[in-house]
């Protein structure tokens, strides 16, 4: 599942070689010292081998001690989320509590292979489960999520979609090649297998039923949660989805767009420098005073700087840019279109995000294995050759059924859940288009629904984390105080952390409204600012 930006590639492949797979069979490694100490627990935890579980392995089955969890991961948290915060916008735990690890290998058809875990917190359990969603393309289980969730008190799981990411055929899109059953397990399988796994182990575990469950996941993580959300109503009761790339295969074919233009037309291939002057003079022309202070632009949909207003005016430099660069420009805010019907297929980044651009005449790879293994089935299929009419429609065809989710989510609003989606500004995903989704979710739901699902804006934010934005905020805070006290967020306070410490904060505000600063105070402390409307007629907020 492709990311929005080229960075999220290396992340994942940094992560590949350092998670291998538990053997098949069962393995039990139970500490001699918790067994003294607290026995009830850990023959509870031994016992949930005895479960029966149709088509599931154990693998292992052990009491990890206070303090005693490494993660066999290079902190994913710290590379997907602000440094020292991960996906849910709490510290990375540093100690974990006392839990009882169960591993198991989900086995729902001959070519499934998908392995899960499910922590149990053997003190303090909040009476709460928490699915953690993946990235990328997945193929790994997501070890630290798994850890700050049982550090505030609940149980917990994760599964690595039905295959190892570690594996050349496992990398990437390739597992999908001849396997369809795998992409099956990928698309919504695992993770519905998972959370009816990890619900029966707590009911075996505690005696009793969790009191709710919450998913919480970014880029494939958040659409992922649209899926759960979607297929299986009942499986959560919120449902937190970051970035979620929907419809997948539109959203892919965006992010080929701009390589395969500059591919096709060598003359709109652009710099880096270029794009970073469109980005300064978007800021210049469009941020408000603290918003260029802070290197935010807070409303880029209403931007209405062009990059023809750079235009050299004679010979090419470094201050202006050429016809073909205003060209590429233009097209790469506009988004790949159909040939046949003119309509966009998916719109290009917002305003303010241009020191993201390339293009470059490369194919963004990520993106690319979605066509060439997932819907083509052809490991020699040339991006170059991508016909924007016919092409989009049969990867549609092979992959929206398993993968897209349509702007009904009624059967889950009526189970009473709620869904809380967010996006950066800064994201190669336009925010403005999962504006529209979220406008067609609320015109579908049942008028006594349409108060279940919120989105917030973050400007400056890149893709699930990063940039000059206020990107860290409590996630599953939120959900949670929605979920069991029925509080709508309407504004949610978020954090910039550099090397660990908050320097600024700012509220974010459920669309359609953004975040202005009052005229009184630091514009660094998040009480300063105000939630209104934007203002058409500025460049920024009113």
């Given at each position: 599942?492709?990311?929005?930006?080229?960075?999220?590639?290396?992340?994942?492949?940094?992560?590949?070689?350092?998670?291998?797979?538990?053997?098949?069979?069962?393995?039990?490694?139970?500490?001699?010292?918790?067994?003294?100490?607290?026995?009830?627990?850990?023959?509870?935890?031994?016992?949930?081998?005895?479960?029966?579980?149709?088509?599931?392995?154990?693998?292992?089955?052990?009491?990890?001690?206070?303090?005693?969890?490494?993660?066999?991961?290079?902190?994913?948290?710290?590379?997907?989320?602000?440094?020292?915060?991960?996906?849910?916008?709490?510290?990375?735990?540093?100690?974990?509590?006392?839990f009882?690890?169960?591993?198991?290998?989900?086995?729902?058809?001959?070519?499934?292979?998908?392995?899960?875990?499910?922590?149990l917190?053997?003190?303090?359990?909040?009476?709460?489960?928490?699915g953690?969603g993946?990235?990328?393309?997945?193929?790994?289980?997501?070890?630290?999520?798994m850890?700050?969730?049982v550090?505030?008190?609940?149980?917990?799981?994760?599964?690595?979609?039905?295959?190892?990411?570690?594996?050349?055929?496992?990398?990437?899109?390739?597992?999908?090649?001849?396997?369809?059953?795998?992409?099956?397990?990928y698309?919504?399988r695992a993770?519905?297998?998972?959370?009816l796994?990890?619900?029966?182990?707590?009911?075996?575990?505690?005696?009793?039923?969790?009191?709710?469950?919450?998913?919480?996941g970014?880029?494939?993580?958040g659409?992922?949660?649209l899926?759960?959300a979607?297929?299986?109503?009942?499986?959560?009761?919120?449902?937190v989805?970051g970035?979620?790339?929907?419809?997948?295969?539109?959203?892919?074919?965006?992010?080929?767009?701009?390589?395969?233009?500059?591919?096709?037309?060598?003359?709109?291939?652009?710099?880096?420098?270029?794009?970073?002057?469109?980005?300064?003079?978007?800021?210049?022309?469009?941020?408000?005073?603290?918003?260029?202070?802070?290197?935010?632009?807070?409303?880029?949909?209403?931007?209405?700087?062009e990059?023809?207003?750079?235009?050299?005016?004679g010979?090419?430099?470094?201050?202006?840019?050429?016809?073909?660069?205003?060209?590429?420009?233009?097209?790469?805010?506009?988004?790949?279109?159909?040939?046949?019907?003119?309509?966009?297929?998916?719109?290009?980044?917002?305003?303010?995000?241009?020191?993201?651009?390339?293009?470059d005449?490369?194919?963004?790879?990520?993106?690319?294995?979605?066509?060439?293994?997932?819907?083509?089935?052809n490991?020699?299929?040339?991006?170059?050759?991508?016909?924007?009419?016919?092409?989009?429609?049969?990867?549609?065809?092979k992959?929206?059924?398993?993968?897209?989710?349509?702007?009904?989510?009624?059967?889950f609003?009526?189970?009473?859940?709620?869904?809380?989606?967010?996006?950066?500004?800064?994201?190669g995903?336009?925010?403005?288009?999962?504006?529209?989704?979220?406008?067609a979710?609320?015109?579908?739901?049942?008028?006594?629904?349409?108060?279940?699902?919120?989105?917030?804006?973050?400007?400056?934010?890149?893709?699930?984390?990063?940039?000059?934005?206020?990107?860290?905020?409590?996630?599953?805070?939120?959900?949670?105080?929605w979920?069991?006290?029925?509080?709508?967020?309407?504004?949610?306070?978020?954090?910039?952390?550099?090397?660990?410490?908050?320097?600024?904060?700012?509220?974010?505000?459920?669309?359609?409204?953004?975040?202005?600063?009052?005229?009184?105070?630091?514009?660094?402390?998040?009480?300063?600012?105000?939630?209104?409307l934007?203002?058409?007629?500025?460049g920024?907020?009113?």
């Amino acid at each position: 599942m492709p990311f929005s930006q080229p960075f999220c590639r290396r992340s994942i492949q940094s992560l590949q070689p350092l998670l291998r797979t538990f053997a098949a069979g069962t393995f039990l490694t139970v500490s001699a010292s918790f067994l003294l100490s607290s026995h009830a627990h850990a023959e509870s935890c031994v016992d949930l081998t005895h479960l029966m579980l149709p088509g599931a392995t154990f693998t292992k089955v052990e009491i990890v001690q206070a303090g005693d969890w490494h993660s066999p991961q290079t902190h994913l948290s710290q590379i997907m989320t602000a440094p020292g915060m991960n996906l849910a916008g709490h510290p990375i735990q540093k100690s974990n509590p006392a839990f009882c690890r169960v591993a198991i290998t989900l086995r729902p058809s001959a070519d499934s292979v998908i392995r899960t875990e499910i922590w149990l917190p053997l003190h303090g359990w909040n009476g709460k489960l928490l699915g953690v969603g993946n990235f990328g393309w997945a193929g790994s289980i997501m070890y630290d999520g798994m850890a700050t969730g049982v550090g505030v008190g609940y149980a917990v799981a994760s599964t690595d979609t039905g295959h190892d990411s570690s594996t050349p055929e496992g990398e990437g899109g390739r597992f999908t090649l001849g396997h369809p059953e795998k992409l099956v397990d990928y698309a919504y399988r695992a993770d519905h297998l998972m959370t009816l796994t990890a619900k029966q182990l707590i009911r075996q575990f505690y005696g009793k039923d969790a009191s709710h469950a919450y998913w919480i996941g970014c880029s494939l993580g958040g659409l992922k949660g649209l899926i759960e959300a979607r297929r299986y109503p009942q499986d959560y009761d919120g449902v937190v989805a970051g970035a979620p790339p929907n419809p997948i295969v539109n959203f892919n074919a965006e992010q080929l767009w701009a390589g395969w233009m500059s591919y096709h037309d060598p003359a709109l291939r652009v710099g880096r420098g270029k794009f970073q002057l469109l980005n300064r003079a978007v800021m210049k022309a469009c941020g408000s005073p603290v918003g260029q202070n802070q290197g935010v632009l807070e409303t880029p949909d209403q931007c209405g700087f062009e990059p023809s207003q750079l235009l050299c005016k004679g010979s090419d430099t470094s201050e202006c840019l050429t016809a073909n660069e205003v060209k590429a420009a233009e097209q790469i805010y506009r988004g790949p279109v159909d040939p046949r019907t003119g309509k966009v297929i998916f719109p290009g980044p917002a305003k303010g995000s241009e020191d993201g651009f390339s293009a470059d005449g490369k194919a963004f790879p990520v993106a690319l294995d979605l066509f060439m293994f997932a819907a083509f089935q052809n490991p020699e299929w040339d991006w170059t050759t991508l016909n924007w009419n016919t092409d989009i429609t049969a990867a549609t065809r092979k992959l929206g059924p398993l993968l897209h989710v349509d702007d009904n989510l009624e059967p889950f609003f009526r189970h009473g859940g709620k869904l809380l989606m967010y996006i950066g500004w800064n994201d190669g995903h336009n925010p403005q288009q999962l504006a529209g989704y979220y406008q067609a979710l609320m015109q579908n739901a049942a008028p006594a629904e349409r108060n279940s699902a919120r989105l917030f804006e973050i400007p400056g934010m890149r893709h699930c984390y990063g940039g000059a934005g206020c990107d860290t905020f409590s996630k599953l805070g939120a959900i949670d105080e929605w979920v069991v006290r029925q509080n709508a967020p309407e504004k949610i306070v978020a954090s910039r952390v550099v090397d660990g410490k908050v320097v600024r904060t700012r509220p974010l505000c459920a669309w359609p409204e953004a975040a202005l600063y009052d005229g009184h105070g630091d514009p660094a402390v998040a009480s300063n600012f105000v939630c209104v409307l934007p203002n058409p007629k500025h460049g920024s907020t009113p």
